[in-house]
Structures are given as structure tokens and as C-alpha cells.
Nanobody, 121 residues
Framework: QLVESGGGLVQPGGSLRLSCAASGFTLDYYAIGWFRQAPGKEREGVSCISSSDGSTYYADSVKGRFTISRDNAKKTVYLQMNSLKPEDTAVYYC????????????????WGQGTQVTVSS
């Protein structure tokens, strides 16, 4: 099970840190991705982190503003979001896949329920 938390309402330029906590399994050999879906739009990949060497990927729209990290001991993945913009408003989901490689998979097996992020003044 994956549980996201940390969403909320923030003003433009503000920051939030999302957490994705795993229960029932460890994250050691799992690639983890963060996705988001805004109303009326398709789900898009935001960031991911590989299991083997911690390689990271960011969508161009968030590069330089978002940072993904993982703490395997706490079975938690984080998405630090800075300089938030109204267009970052969406439901954010984390997802995992057992994937022992140095890059991220194209598909994920398990998804969280999502957490709402709203950027508005």
C-alpha cells in the first residue's frame, strides 16, 4: 500500500513537500515515480527515481523546482516542490515498480490514492 500526504493549498511561489509512504513492503528494489493529473488533463509523469543508483528524472515543466528523494529505511519517498505555480495544481500520485535498474520504468505496478495540490492566491 502507498499513502501520499503533504498536499494542500499554497500561494504561488510557495513550497510543499509530498511524502509517499509504503506499507507491507520495502522500497529497496523499487523504482518510484510521481505523477499528477489536473482537471480535464491527462496524467503526466513529474519525476522518478531509480532503485539501483538513485538516478532521477524530471519533467521539463518542473526541472529546477522539484526534487525527488527516497529514504528506504523509512520506506518513504519525497517530492520537494519549490517555486510553485498555478499550473502545478493537480492531484499528485506516487507509484512504484519492482525494477532493479539504473533508470526508471515506463509503467508502474502499484499506485497511491493521490493528494491534492492547489496553487492559488
Amino acid at each position: 500500500q502507498l499513502v501520499e500526504s503533504g498536499g494542500g493549498l499554497v500561494q504561488p511561489g510557495g513550497s510543499l513537500r509530498l511524502s509517499c509512504a509504503a506499507s507491507g513492503f520495502t522500497l529497496d528494489y523499487y523504482a518510484i515515480g510521481w505523477f499528477r493529473q489536473a482537471p480535464g488533463k491527462e496524467r503526466e509523469g513529474v519525476s522518478c527515481i531509480s532503485s539501483s543508483d538513485g538516478s532521477t528524472y524530471y519533467a521539463d515543466s518542473v526541472k529546477g523546482r522539484f526534487t525527488i528523494s527516497r529514504d528506504n529505511a523509512k520506506k518513504t519517498v519525497y517530492l520537494q516542490m519549490n517555486s510553485l505555480k498555478p499550473e502545478d495544481t493537480a492531484v499528485y500520485y506516487c507509484a512504484v515498480k519492482y525494477y532493479r535498474k539504473t533508470y526508471c520504468p515506463s509503467r508502474y505496478d502499484y499506485w497511491g490514492q493521490g493528494t491534492q495540490v492547489t496553487v492559488s492566491s
